[in-house]
């Protein structure tokens, strides 16, 4: 994942403006700032995450279904602009991933976060305008990268290589990873 994507300090804004709107988001245990991060731990511990907020209600107004997986991200104008014009899932498949998958792992402790769409907040960070997107669960797509994690596990304990995304580390997506080194350091 590009290293730029998780909401920082721009997320705490969106955070008081959704609850100003009225949502009842929580983005920690409790909702303390020292409370524990939502998220989950499958495999031993080898496949997990932390997601950024759990909506528990929102006004009926909304018309949103709760409770709802709530992902931000913040990303360039260009990046945005794609965003709003064609939506999470056209304009970043790897975000629309990775939503599906955390509505499916969350499903055991957070019942019923499969059922409603997550709500996806995306902020321009050139102007600080948001979009929010409401992203239906695609069971399909959480089973394919769920299968897909555990194709990497079983081929890492097999100590087979698998074939990288590029084949030059120049690659833009190798040059915002964090494994680069590790990963082009490695014997082809
Ligand atoms: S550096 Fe390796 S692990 Fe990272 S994106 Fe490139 S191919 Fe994938």
Avoid at 49 to 74: Q, Y
Avoid at 79 to 108: F, H, L, T
Avoid at 140 to 145: G, I
Wanted: hydrophobic residues 45%.
């Amino acid at each position: 994942m590009p290293a730029n994507a998780r909401c920082s300090s721009s997320s705490h804004l969106a955070i008081r403006w959704l609850r100003a709107a009225g949502l009842d988001l929580y983005t920690r245990k409790g909702n303390r700032p020292d409370g524990d991060q939502f998220g989950f731990s499958v495999a031993g511990g080898r496949i997990r995450g932390h997601v950024d907020g759990i909506v528990a209600a929102a006004p009926a107004a909304l018309g949103l279904r709760t409770p709802a997986l709530w992902e931000c991200k913040t990303m360039n104008a260009k990046n945005w602009r794609a965003c709003v014009k064609d939506g999470v899932a056209v304009s970043k498949p790897v975000y629309a991933a990775q939503i599906a998958i955390y509505q499916a792992y969350m499903e055991p402790s957070v019942p019923g976060i499969s059922s409603a769409p997550a709500l996806y907040t995306a902020i321009n960070k050139d102007t600080a305008e948001l979009h929010h997107e409401q992203v239906a669960f695609d069971a399909d797509l959480a089973q394919r990268m769920s299968d897909r994690a555990v194709r990497i596990l079983q081929a890492t304990d097999a100590g087979e290589l698998l074939p990288r995304i590029a084949a030059s580390r120049d690659f833009f997506e190798c040059r915002f990873c964090a494994h680069t080194d590790r990963c082009w350091g490695l014997a082809a």
